[in-house]
T-cell receptor, first 114, second 111 residues
Framework: DTGVSQDPRHKITKRGQNVTFRCDPI?????LYWYRQTLGQGPEFLTY????????KSRLLSDRFSAERPKGSFSTLEIQRTEQGDSAMYLC????????????FGPGTRLTVL | GQNIDQPTEMTATEGAIVQINCTYQ??????LFWYQQHAGEAPTFLSY????GLEEKGRFSSFLSRSKGYSYLLLKELQMKDSASYLC????????????FGQGTELSVKP
Protein backbone atom coordinates (compact mmCIF):
# COMPACT_ATOMS: atom_id res chain seq x y z
CA ASP A 1 0.00 0.00 0.00
CA THR A 2 1.56 3.26 -1.18
CA GLY A 3 -0.92 5.50 0.61
CA VAL A 4 -2.65 6.80 -2.49
CA SER A 5 -5.76 5.69 -4.33
CA GLN A 6 -6.96 6.66 -7.78
CA ASP A 7 -10.43 6.58 -9.25
CA PRO A 8 -11.53 5.24 -11.65
CA ARG A 9 -9.04 2.48 -12.35
CA HIS A 10 -10.22 2.16 -15.93
CA LYS A 11 -12.04 4.59 -18.18
CA ILE A 12 -13.23 4.04 -21.74
CA THR A 13 -14.59 7.06 -23.54
CA LYS A 14 -15.39 8.26 -27.01
CA ARG A 15 -13.30 10.86 -28.73
CA GLY A 16 -14.49 14.37 -27.93
CA GLN A 17 -15.84 13.53 -24.48
CA ASN A 18 -14.53 15.05 -21.24
CA VAL A 19 -13.09 12.84 -18.50
CA THR A 20 -12.03 13.52 -14.92
CA PHE A 21 -9.71 11.44 -12.75
CA ARG A 22 -9.25 11.69 -9.01
CA CYS A 23 -6.24 11.05 -6.77
CA ASP A 24 -6.77 10.61 -3.03
CA PRO A 25 -3.85 10.54 -0.61
CA ILE A 26 -4.56 8.37 2.41
CA UNK A 27 -2.19 10.41 4.55
CA UNK A 28 -0.77 13.90 4.30
CA UNK A 29 1.88 14.52 1.67
CA UNK A 30 2.73 18.06 0.71
CA UNK A 31 3.68 17.29 -2.91
CA LEU A 32 1.41 15.64 -5.44
CA TYR A 33 2.47 14.80 -9.00
CA TRP A 34 0.66 13.68 -12.14
CA TYR A 35 2.44 11.57 -14.75
CA ARG A 36 1.30 9.95 -17.99
CA GLN A 37 2.62 6.61 -19.21
CA THR A 38 2.11 5.03 -22.62
CA LEU A 39 2.86 1.43 -23.48
CA GLY A 40 6.55 0.61 -23.51
CA GLN A 41 7.60 4.01 -22.15
CA GLY A 42 8.48 5.40 -18.77
CA PRO A 43 6.15 7.84 -17.02
CA GLU A 44 6.24 11.44 -18.28
CA PHE A 45 5.81 14.35 -15.90
CA LEU A 46 2.65 16.42 -16.37
CA THR A 47 2.31 18.71 -13.36
CA TYR A 48 2.82 18.97 -9.63
CA UNK A 49 1.32 20.65 -6.58
CA UNK A 50 2.94 21.88 -3.39
CA UNK A 51 -0.05 21.75 -1.05
CA UNK A 52 -2.81 23.47 -3.08
CA UNK A 53 -0.50 25.50 -5.35
CA UNK A 54 0.17 24.18 -8.86
CA UNK A 55 3.84 25.07 -9.32
CA UNK A 56 4.80 23.56 -12.64
CA LYS A 57 3.12 22.30 -15.79
CA SER A 58 4.78 20.34 -18.56
CA ARG A 59 4.32 21.49 -22.13
CA LEU A 60 2.72 18.07 -22.58
CA LEU A 61 -0.22 19.51 -20.65
CA SER A 62 -2.13 21.20 -23.43
CA ASP A 63 -5.01 23.61 -22.91
CA ARG A 64 -7.36 20.65 -22.88
CA PHE A 65 -5.83 19.44 -19.61
CA SER A 66 -6.46 21.00 -16.24
CA ALA A 67 -5.53 19.87 -12.75
CA GLU A 68 -6.63 21.06 -9.34
CA ARG A 69 -5.88 20.36 -5.72
CA PRO A 70 -8.39 22.59 -4.01
CA LYS A 71 -7.71 21.85 -0.35
CA GLY A 72 -4.18 20.56 -0.59
CA SER A 73 -5.32 16.95 -0.21
CA PHE A 74 -7.06 15.16 -3.12
CA SER A 75 -6.45 16.21 -6.71
CA THR A 76 -8.37 15.99 -9.98
CA LEU A 77 -7.11 15.84 -13.55
CA GLU A 78 -9.59 16.73 -16.28
CA ILE A 79 -9.15 16.19 -19.99
CA GLN A 80 -11.55 18.02 -22.27
CA ARG A 81 -12.40 16.97 -25.81
CA THR A 82 -10.41 13.77 -25.54
CA GLU A 83 -8.36 12.54 -28.49
CA GLN A 84 -7.13 9.05 -29.25
CA GLY A 85 -3.61 10.19 -28.45
CA ASP A 86 -4.72 10.78 -24.86
CA SER A 87 -5.03 7.01 -24.33
CA ALA A 88 -2.52 6.19 -21.60
CA MET A 89 -2.10 5.32 -17.93
CA TYR A 90 -2.41 8.41 -15.73
CA LEU A 91 -0.41 8.08 -12.54
CA CYS A 92 -0.59 10.13 -9.38
CA UNK A 93 2.44 10.21 -7.06
CA UNK A 94 3.02 11.69 -3.64
CA UNK A 95 6.07 12.78 -1.69
CA UNK A 96 6.95 14.60 1.51
CA UNK A 97 9.32 16.86 -0.40
CA UNK A 98 12.74 17.66 0.99
CA UNK A 99 16.08 16.52 -0.35
CA UNK A 100 15.17 12.87 -0.68
CA UNK A 101 11.77 13.32 -2.32
CA UNK A 102 11.00 9.66 -2.87
CA UNK A 103 7.72 9.44 -4.75
CA UNK A 104 5.02 6.86 -4.10
CA PHE A 105 2.77 6.03 -7.01
CA GLY A 106 -0.92 5.26 -6.97
CA PRO A 107 -2.36 2.37 -9.01
CA GLY A 108 -3.15 4.65 -11.94
CA THR A 109 -6.15 5.27 -14.18
CA ARG A 110 -6.02 3.60 -17.57
CA LEU A 111 -7.77 5.75 -20.17
CA THR A 112 -8.85 4.37 -23.53
CA VAL A 113 -10.22 6.84 -26.07
CA LEU A 114 -12.14 5.20 -28.90
CA GLY B 1 17.98 18.84 -22.42
CA GLN B 2 17.29 15.75 -20.39
CA ASN B 3 18.21 12.31 -21.66
CA ILE B 4 18.12 8.93 -19.95
CA ASP B 5 19.12 5.70 -21.70
CA GLN B 6 18.65 2.12 -20.60
CA PRO B 7 18.39 -1.13 -22.56
CA THR B 8 14.93 -2.01 -23.79
CA GLU B 9 14.98 -5.70 -22.91
CA MET B 10 17.09 -8.20 -20.98
CA THR B 11 16.76 -11.90 -20.30
CA ALA B 12 18.29 -13.80 -17.40
CA THR B 13 18.03 -17.18 -15.72
CA GLU B 14 16.43 -17.91 -12.37
CA GLY B 15 19.06 -17.85 -9.62
CA ALA B 16 21.50 -15.77 -11.65
CA ILE B 17 22.68 -12.16 -11.29
CA VAL B 18 21.70 -9.42 -13.73
CA GLN B 19 22.93 -5.84 -14.08
CA ILE B 20 20.71 -3.19 -15.68
CA ASN B 21 22.61 -0.10 -16.80
CA CYS B 22 21.38 3.47 -17.06
CA THR B 23 23.15 6.53 -18.43
CA TYR B 24 21.83 10.03 -18.07
CA GLN B 25 22.43 13.62 -19.11
CA UNK B 26 20.44 16.11 -17.09
CA UNK B 27 20.76 19.52 -15.52
CA UNK B 28 19.98 20.03 -11.85
CA UNK B 29 20.66 16.43 -10.81
CA UNK B 30 19.16 15.59 -7.43
CA UNK B 31 19.41 11.85 -7.20
CA LEU B 32 18.94 8.67 -9.19
CA PHE B 33 15.94 6.44 -8.54
CA TRP B 34 15.13 2.90 -9.58
CA TYR B 35 11.55 1.69 -9.73
CA GLN B 36 10.09 -1.74 -10.50
CA GLN B 37 6.89 -1.99 -12.50
CA HIS B 38 4.95 -5.18 -13.12
CA ALA B 39 2.66 -5.27 -16.14
CA GLY B 40 -0.52 -3.29 -15.55
CA GLU B 41 0.63 -2.00 -12.17
CA ALA B 42 2.10 1.23 -10.84
CA PRO B 43 5.86 1.71 -10.35
CA THR B 44 7.16 0.76 -6.91
CA PHE B 45 10.27 2.33 -5.38
CA LEU B 46 13.41 0.18 -5.21
CA SER B 47 16.38 2.44 -4.49
CA TYR B 48 17.80 5.93 -4.40
CA UNK B 49 21.39 7.16 -4.91
CA UNK B 50 22.53 10.73 -4.50
CA UNK B 51 26.21 10.13 -3.72
CA UNK B 52 28.67 8.03 -5.68
CA GLY B 53 28.93 4.41 -4.69
CA LEU B 54 26.92 1.31 -4.05
CA GLU B 55 23.71 1.09 -2.03
CA GLU B 56 22.68 -2.42 -1.04
CA LYS B 57 19.20 -3.47 -0.06
CA GLY B 58 18.71 -7.21 0.18
CA ARG B 59 18.91 -8.86 -3.23
CA PHE B 60 18.94 -5.47 -4.95
CA SER B 61 21.87 -3.05 -5.14
CA SER B 62 22.23 0.23 -7.00
CA PHE B 63 25.39 2.05 -8.03
CA LEU B 64 25.95 5.65 -9.04
CA SER B 65 28.82 7.54 -10.68
CA ARG B 66 27.85 11.19 -11.02
CA SER B 67 30.96 12.14 -13.00
CA LYS B 68 30.13 9.51 -15.62
CA GLY B 69 26.37 10.04 -15.57
CA TYR B 70 26.00 6.33 -14.97
CA SER B 71 24.03 4.03 -12.70
CA TYR B 72 23.25 0.37 -12.54
CA LEU B 73 20.78 -1.83 -10.72
CA LEU B 74 22.08 -5.24 -9.67
CA LEU B 75 19.62 -8.04 -8.97
CA LYS B 76 20.98 -11.16 -7.28
CA GLU B 77 19.46 -14.63 -6.86
CA LEU B 78 16.89 -13.89 -9.51
CA GLN B 79 13.39 -15.18 -8.97
CA MET B 80 10.58 -15.57 -11.49
CA LYS B 81 8.67 -12.78 -9.75
CA ASP B 82 11.50 -10.39 -10.66
CA SER B 83 10.22 -10.40 -14.25
CA ALA B 84 9.12 -6.80 -14.66
CA SER B 85 10.08 -3.45 -16.15
CA TYR B 86 12.84 -1.58 -14.30
CA LEU B 87 12.70 2.18 -14.58
CA CYS B 88 15.68 4.47 -14.10
CA UNK B 89 14.69 8.02 -13.12
CA UNK B 90 16.56 11.23 -12.32
CA UNK B 91 15.20 13.66 -9.75
CA UNK B 92 15.58 17.32 -10.65
CA UNK B 93 16.57 19.99 -8.19
CA UNK B 94 14.65 23.23 -8.16
CA UNK B 95 11.86 21.77 -10.26
CA UNK B 96 9.79 20.41 -7.43
CA UNK B 97 11.76 17.20 -7.41
CA UNK B 98 9.98 15.91 -10.49
CA UNK B 99 11.33 12.69 -11.93
CA UNK B 100 12.53 12.20 -15.48
CA PHE B 101 12.22 8.52 -16.42
CA GLY B 102 13.99 6.35 -18.92
CA GLN B 103 11.87 4.11 -21.11
CA GLY B 104 12.35 1.14 -18.81
CA THR B 105 14.14 -2.20 -19.19
CA GLU B 106 11.86 -5.20 -19.58
CA LEU B 107 13.50 -8.06 -17.68
CA SER B 108 12.41 -11.63 -18.38
CA VAL B 109 13.54 -14.28 -15.91
CA LYS B 110 13.57 -17.78 -17.40
CA PRO B 111 13.57 -21.08 -15.44
Amino acid sequence: DTGVSQDPRHKITKRGQNVTFRCDPISEHNRLYWYRQTLGQGPEFLTYFQNEAQLEKSRLLSDRFSAERPKGSFSTLEIQRTEQGDSAMYLCALSYGGTYNEQFFGPGTRLTVL
Amino acid sequence: GQNIDQPTEMTATEGAIVQINCTYQTSGFNGLFWYQQHAGEAPTFLSYNVLDGLEEKGRFSSFLSRSKGYSYLLLKELQMKDSASYLCAVGLRNQGGKLIFGQGTELSVKP
